[in-house]
């Protein structure tokens, strides 16, 4: 099983224990329009009601958690060149910036 949205899960699991919209509303004591809107993306469940959906089918929601490839930040590279300068030239870089900040808030107030 590969389903990855509440609907998919909802859907999957539903057929599998056999069961029509309107028997699985019955055993969780919702409405069949409640199972219908998920089952077609139209509402997206709590995960305590995805849970509460799904045991009620006969199953158990659960998966592996893992983490996010996670990558540098393109804004470190920034770091060693900054570093390489002398005090004098990092406060010219920051005056520069300052600068351009200025004026990127001024043109952006001009077009309101």
Do not use: C
């Not at 224990?17 to 199972?35: E, P």
């Not at 060149?81 to 005090?87: A, D, E, F, M, R």
């Not at 870089?93 to 200025?102: D, P, S, T, V, Y």
Request: hydrophobic content about 40%; cysteine-free; glycine content about 8%.
């Amino acid at each position: 099983m590969t389903q990855t949205t509440a609907s998919g899960l909802l859907v999957f699991a539903r057929r599998s224990a056999g069961l029509t919209q309107r028997a699985l509303a019955r055993r969780a004591r919702t409405s069949q329009s409640v199972i219908a809107r998920i089952e077609s993306g139209a509402a997206s469940p709590s995960w305590k009601t995805l849970q509460r959906l799904l045991n009620r089918a006969g199953f158990d929601l659960q998966g592996p958690l893992s983490p996010r490839p996670g990558g540098r930040s393109h804004l470190l590279d920034d770091v060693p060149p900054v570093l390489g300068l002398t005090p004098e030239q990092r406060l010219l870089e920051l005056h520069h910036a300052a600068r351009f900040l200025a004026d990127a808030v001024r043109v952006d107030a001009g077009s309101v």
